[in-house]
T-cell receptor, first 113, second 112 residues
Framework: DVKVTQSSRYLVKRTGEKVFLECVQD?????MFWYRQDPGLGLRLIYF???????EKGDIPEGYSVSREKKERFSLILESASTNQTSMYLC????????????FGPGTRLTVL | QKEVEQNSGPLSVPEGAIASLNCTYS??????FFWYRQYSGKSPELIMS????GDKEDGRFTAQLNKASQYVSLLIRDSQPSDSATYLC????????????FGPGTRLSVLP
């Protein structure tokens, strides 16, 4: 079974703090993705990576950065957290095959006060 | 126009009935289509994928794809209360087929 884990289920931070969200997958997947999910807006892609040290912007990259130093780990960084970044953050991974499905982690619910 | 559209619901059906969930997409180049189920407070889990026009059946679930009409649907037969969840339609949107765009989801409620 594919397993995608995220470092925290719930996180509360203050405005202006630097926030790190970690994602680890154990199936040797090449692709990793970060989404945020908000009521009425659905899942929106923030950043994705096709390989180690590679990153591509998604639909809403502003205010975020990512790091992928190892194949199994993909980190999302909020450089200076703001209240409008309060959301559910979901990490996903997939094989580097066309049409392969994405497998999701349990999510991190981040609240920025 | 949004890339992927779904009826937001809630869609309510009685137990044992057929639930029909619909999804339309705007990119004619999309090649792969996925249905995910998401329970409240949980992450999405894959139900079905479909790549060719026509029907694909898996147990109580049937996915239907019509690329000419840019339409994909999910039918759930003999609906159970445990099917109550939000159903997300996902469509690939790049040439490599690895980058998805998700619809907003349809909330399904199966009434006992």
């Amino acid at each position: 079974d594919v397993k995608v884990t995220q470092s925290s289920r719930y996180l509360v931070k203050r405005t202006g703090e630097k926030v790190f969200l970690e994602c680890v997958q154990d199936m040797d997947h090449e692709n990793m993705f970060w989404y945020r999910q908000d009521p009425g807006l659905g899942l929106r892609l923030i950043y994705f990576s096709y390989d180690v040290k590679m990153k591509e912007k998604g639909d809403i990259p502003e205010g975020y950065s990512v790091s992928r130093e190892k194949k199994e780990r993909f980190s999302l960084i909020l450089e200076s957290a703001s209240t409008n970044q309060t959301s559910m953050y979901l990490c996903a991974s997939s094989l580097a095959l066309a049409m392969d499905t994405q497998y999701f982690g349990p999510g991190t619910r981040l609240t920025v006060l | 126009q949004k890339e992927v559209e779904q009826n937001s619901g809630p869609l309510s059906v009685p137990e044992g009935a057929i639930a029909s969930l619909n999804c339309t997409y705007s990119d004619r180049g999309s090649q792969s289509f996925f249905w995910y189920r998401q329970y409240s407070g949980k992450s999405p889990e894959l139900i079905m994928s479909i790549y060719s026009n026509g029907d694909k059946e898996d147990g109580r679930f049937t996915a239907q794809l019509n690329k000419a009409s840019q339409y994909v649907s999910l039918l759930i037969r003999d609906s159970q209360p445990s099917d109550s969840a939000t159903y997300l339609c996902a469509v690939t949107r790049d040439n490599y087929g690895q980058n998805f765009v998700f619809g907003p989801g349809t909330r399904l409620s199966v009434l006992p």
